[in-house]
C-alpha cells in the first residue's frame, strides 16, 4: 500500500510487502514451446516470485500483482525516470485555485488492446468499483482523498454523492476533499487503473485469463499458465508505443532466492535478487543495480492477547531487538536499520528529512528493555509471561529474522518464543483475524507521502491488524490529511509517529531497498523508490 516525495529507501519489488511468498516452478519453455520466444526478438525473462494475486486493479493490493500490472495498464499519470507523475492517459490537466478539483483531458490516442477508446467512463466505471463497499477491496482507502470517497466505502454514501464527473467522453472532472498536495502521485498507483467498462460489463472475469484480459499499457497479456508463467508482448496500440523497446517479457514464479539466483547463473533470468550469503561477494558488483524504496520490515503486536496488552512489555521486546545486526549480518544487502517507522527521503516544506526531524524512537537498549520488562509484569501480576509465539510467512529470509529475534528476545530479556511459519494467504488471514500474538508485517508505500504509513494504524483500518486503537492518534491522521497548510500538516504527522513509538503496537526493524543482479546489456529498468515497477523504457541487447 501507499503513499514530499522521496529518497528513499527500501524494496519494491522483489523483497515483499505485506510480504509475499510463492510456489516453486521453473518458469522454463515448456515442450509444447508456449514458453519465451525465439529469434531476434527481445524479450526479458524476469521472476515474479509467485501467482499475481489477482490482475483487477480494485483487489490485486501486493506487489506479485501490481509490479506486472504497472506494465499491462496505465492511469492518468505516470511516474517519470525521475520518480514523479508525468502525463500518460490524461496528456494534460487543470487545477482550480484552492486545489480541490482536478480536470484531466485524455489522449485521443490512447486505446485499449483491443481497440477500444480509452474514455472518462473507463475510470468512473474503476474508481467506484474500487469504492464500492461490495467490491472488499483492501485498497479502497486510497480513493479517500475524492469527494464522498470515504462515505461511499463506509456504506453511507453512494455514486451520485462521489466528485468524479464525466464532462464528455475525453474530460474527467475529480472533485477532493481537501487539498492534497501530491494527488497526481496517488493516481500512478494501480488501484486508479481505468477499466474498460463494455469488456467488464460483459464479462466480469475479464482479468482472470490472457485470453479475456483488455489493458491499456505498454504490454500485452498473451500468456498465463497459472502458478507457473506469464508471457507479455509489446501492445502496439498503446499511445506511446514507439517509446518501448522490448518485443516482450517472459515472467516465471519461483518464491526462493537462491532458486532465482541459481537460474540467473544459467541464464535463464535477466534479473534477480542476492541471496544474503552471497551479499560480501556480489554486492559491490558493476551489474547490482541498487535503489532506494520507501517501506518497512516490522512485528505487529497483538494488543487483544496476553501479554501484549500491556504497553510495557510491548516495549520491552521491541528495545530488545538490536535492528543494527539484523541489518548488516542477517538481510545484508546494504540495507538501513530502522529506528523509526517513516522511512528516510521524505521531505517537508522546508526540505529537512522526516527521519531527520523526528530522530531515532525506537532505538536497541537491552537495559532499558529488562526494566520495562519487570515494570510490565508486575502491572499484570505475571511470575512468569504466558507463553509467545512469533509467526512469519514462509520464506527463507524472513525464518532468519525470526530466527535473530527470537535470539534476541532469550539473550537480551530472558523470553523464550516458539515460532510458527504458514503460507502467504494462510498467513494474512491470521493476521486479519487477529490469530497472531507477535507476527511479521512488510509495508511498501502506496504514495509518496509519511500520512500514507501512519494511516494504516487508526482504528478499523484493514492494514492496522493489531487491535489497537487511540483516539488522540487517529484526531491527528485527520488533521494529517485535511490540514492545507503544509507545516501544520507535517507537525501532526510528526506527533503521530511519537505517539506510535509511545505506545508501540508495532516495532520498526529496517528499511528497504531495492536490490537486483543484471544481465550484460540489461538497461533501464525502472524501479520507484514510491511505486511499481515500469519495464516501458527497459532494454536488453
Not at 467522453?169 to 477499466?195: D, R, S
Request: net charge negative; charged share 25%.
Amino acid at each position: 500500500m501507499k503513499k514530499g516525495l522521496l529518497y528513499l529507501m527500501g524494496v519494491l519489488v522483489f523483497l515483499v510487502l505485506a510480504a509475499c511468498t510463492a510456489n516453486e516452478s521453473t518458469g522454463t519453455e515448456d515442450e509444447n514451446g508456449e514458453g519465451e520466444k525465439a529469434g531476434d526478438e527481445k524479450i526479458l525473462q524476469l521472476n515474479n516470485g509467485e501467482e499475481p494475486t489477482s490482475f483487477d486493479p480494485a483487489i490485486g493490493f501486493d506487489n506479485v500483482s501490481w509490479n506486472a500490472l504497472n506494465n499491462l495498464m496505465e492511469g492518468l499519470t505516470r511516474l517519470g525516470e525521475d520518480h514523479t507523475p508525468q502525463p500518460a492517459v490524461a496528456e494534460k490537466w487543470d487545477v482550480s485555485e484552492d486545489g480541490t478539483t482536478y480536470t484531466f483531458y485524455l489522449r485521443e490516442d490512447a486505446n485499449w488492446s483491443n481497440g477500444d477508446p480509452v474514455v472518462a467512463e473507463d475510470f468512473i466505471y474503476a474508481w467506484e468499483r474500487l469504492l464500492n463497499p461490495e467490491t472488499g477491496s483492501s485498497a479502497g482507502f486510497l480513493g479517500y482523498f475524492i469527494k464522498g470517497g470515504e462515505a461511499f466505502n463506509s456504506g453511507e454514501g453512494s455514486t451520485e454523492d462521489l466528485g468524479i464527473t464525466a464532462v464528455d467522453e475525453k474530460t474527467l472532472e475529480v472533485e477532493l476533499e481537501n487539498p492534497t498536495g501530491f494527488f497526481l502521485h496517488v493516481l500512478t498507483n494501480p488501484a486508479f487503473f481505468p477499466v474498460n467498462h463494455q469488456v467488464a460489463a460483459e464479462n466480469p472475469e475479464w482479468h482472470t485469463e490472457a485470453e479475456s484480459f483488455v489493458g491499456n499499457g505498454p504490454f500485452k497479456l498473451e500468456f498465463w499458465e497459472h502458478d507457473n508463467e506469464m508471457i507479455f508482448t509489446k501492445n502496439d496500440v498503446y499511445w506511446d508505443a514507439d517509446s518501448v523497446s522490448l518485443d516482450g517479457v517472459h515472467w516465471a514464479m519461483v518464491n526462493d532466492t537462491n532458486t532465482e539466483y541459481q537460474m540467473f547463473e544459467r541464464g535463464e533470468l535477466d534479473s534477480a535478487q542476492i541471496p544474503a550469503e552471497l551479499s560480501d561477494q556480489i554486492i559491490d558488483g558493476d551489474n547490482v543495480q541498487i535503489v532506494d524504496q520507501g517501506g518497512l520490515e516490522f512485528f505487529r503486536f497483538n494488543v487483544t492477547e496476553e501479554p501484549f496488552q500491556n504497553k510495557h512489555i510491548r516495549k520491552a521486546f521491541a528495545l530488545a531487538v538490536d535492528q543494527d545486526n539484523i541489518a548488516e549480518y542477517v538481510v545484508k544487502n546494504k540495507v538501513k536499520p530502522a529506528y523509526g517507522y517513516i522511512s528516510p527521503g521524505f521531505t517537508n516544506p522546508s526540505s529537512e528529512d522526516f527521519r531527520d526531524v523526528n530522530g531515532d524512537l525506537v532505538s536497541f537498549d537491552p537495559e532499558e528493555a529488562k526494566q520495562l520488562l519487570e515494570k510490565g509484569m508486575k502491572e499484570e501480576g505475571y511470575d512468569e509471561l504466558p507463553t509467545v509465539t512469533l509467526s512469519y510467512n514462509t520464506s527463507d529470509l524472513n525464518k532468519e529474522v525470526a530466527e535473530a529475534i527470537q535470539g534476541m528476545l532469550s539473550e537480551n530479556i530472558g523470553v523464550d518464543v516458539e515460532l510458527e511459519n504458514t503460507e502467504w494467504n494462510v498467513f494474512l488471514e491470521d493476521q486479519k483475524a487477529l490469530n497472531h500474538q507477535l507476527s511479521r508485517s512488510s509495508f511498501l508505500y502506496d504514495y509518496a507521502d509519511p500520512v500514507n504509513f501512519l494511516e494504516s494504524f487508526i482504528t478499523g483500518s484493514y492494514m492496522n491488524r493489531t487491535g489497537w486503537s487511540n483516539e488522540q492518534y487517529d484526531k491527528l491522521i485527520v488533521h494529517a490529511k485535511s490540514q492545507a497548510d503544509e507545516a501544520k500538516r507535517w507537525e501532526y504527522m510528526y506527533e503521530a509517529e511519537k505517539l506510535l513509538a509511545e505506545e508501540m503496537p508495532l516495532f520498526p526493524v529496517r528499511y528497504y531497498n531495492q536490490v537486483e543482479v543484471l544481465q550484460e546489456g540489461v538497461t533501464n529498468i525502472l524501479r520507484h523508490p514510491v511505486g511499481y515497477l515500469d519495464l516501458k523504457y527497459a532494454d536488453k541487447q
